[in-house]
């Protein structure tokens, strides 16, 4: 069946360090890739999205490319700041799968980023 | 936009009663919701995907009679977590599905359920 894969974490950075968390997929059909971010005591928050290859999903600094070819959807960042800690995950839809309607998550990267 | 809440954030409850979790989309119509437990520094586990209008589909493992889910309004699905035991202390969260564009989901905050 569809399922995400990403890096175990935690990640610890320093503040302006880059950030890549790794994460590939194995699907069906043809999903949809999210990457959800959640902040300590809170729900999830959609970070970014990319619906078809090739595409470039970016938010708040943060980038991740659709790459149909390694079934990869890397999350990366330029220069992370104190306040980008938080668990990141991975995660598909593609109503045609074998999910349905469901999002599958990965089991989600802890970063922790120092002063 | 696509924001949804739940009530109550957090609820301490006596085992042995009942606890309702409300999830609202307050600015969208949200034909599906689903239903999440979170345990500390884990993943999400689905437990119900639940349609507006008709009964809850339950994952594997999820007792239905435990863990009811109402979703009768385009707006509002419910958890009530019945006979509850501490066991079932956990981090709840609800999240709607937006129809057509993506397929992505928008969460509530989450409710942290303590039995004592």
């Known amino acids: 069946g569809d399922s995400v894969t990403q890096m175990e974490g935690p990640v610890t950075l320093s503040e302006e360090a880059f950030l890549t968390i790794n994460c590939t997929y194995t699907a069906t059909g043809y999903p949809s890739l999210f990457w959800y971010v959640q902040y300590p005591g809170e729900g999830l928050q959609l970070l970014l999205k990319?619906?078809?290859?090739?595409d470039k999903g970016s938010n708040k600094g943060f980038e991740a490319t659709y790459r149909k070819e390694t079934t990869s959807f890397h999350l990366e960042k330029g220069s992370v700041q104190v306040s980008d800690s938080a668990v990141y995950f991975c995660a598909l839809s593609d109503p045609r799968g074998t999910g349905g309607f469901k999002t599958i998550f990965g089991a989600g990267t802890r970063l922790f980023v120092k002063a | 936009g696509a924001v949804v809440s739940q009530h109550p954030s957090w609820v301490i409850c006596k085992s042995g009663t009942s606890v309702k979790i409300e999830c609202r989309s307050l600015d969208f119509q949200a034909t599906t919701m689903f239903w999440y437990r979170q345990f500390p520094k884990q993943s999400l586990m689905l437990m119900a995907t639940?349609?507006?209008?008709?009964?809850?589909?339950?994952e594997q493992g999820v007792e239905k009679d435990k863990f009811l889910i109402n979703h009768a309004s385009l707006t509002l699905s419910t958890l009530t977590v019945t006979s509850a035991h501490p066991e079932d202390s956990s981090f709840y969260i609800c999240?709607?599905?937006?129809?057509?564009?993506?397929?992505?989901?928008?969460f509530g905050p989450g409710t942290r359920l303590t039995v004592t």
């Open positions: 990319a619906t078809k290859a090739d």
């Open positions: 639940s349609n507006e209008g008709s009964k809850a589909t339950y």
């Open positions: 999240s709607a599905r937006v129809q057509g564009g993506a397929y992505e989901q928008y």
